[in-house]
């Protein structure tokens, strides 16, 4: 079975970098590239993925929008899996992410993900309908 991605990041070099290691595996198919929330919740109306894996901070604010995607998306995508890849170390994000349940939810810090493997994993395990949370 492929895995649909659809990848939030407003960050070309990130973004780029995503795509290119992910789109390297037979079990995951990038589905669309979005660089801000509008753009975003667009790409999972058209696409349906299984899997969103978003910055959680882009435009329009630059403040949460990666976790105010991940709320919408509970309520009118709730078997969607939606990971969160911050460089800020916040409890407050994560808590915030989990409010509605640990289900098919990732929170990871960039500077942590050692390996493309950890990455990949936790888009295995989010859609799997797992959690993953840097610790």
Do not use: N, W
């Amino acid at each position: 079975m492929v895995i649909k991605v659809v990848v939030a990041e407003d960050s070309l070099l990130v973004r780029a970098g995503i795509v290119k290691l992910l789109g390297a595996y037979e079990d995951v198919a990038i589905d669309a590239l979005c660089v801000d929330l509008p753009e975003l919740l667009a790409a999972v109306q058209a696409s349906e993925p299984d899997v969103v894996l978003t910055d959680i901070r882009m435009p329009p604010t630059g403040t949460d929008e990666g976790i105010r995607a991940a709320a919408v998306l509970s309520t009118s995508h709730p078997s969607m899996g939606v990971i969160v890849l911050s460089q800020y170390v916040s409890p407050a994000y994560a808590v915030a992410l989990l409010a509605g349940g640990s289900s098919r939810r990732g929170y990871l810090l960039k500077d942590r993900v050692a390996a493309v493997d950890d990455l990949l994993d936790a888009v295995r395990v989010v859609f799997a309908g797992g959690a993953v949370i840097d610790p």
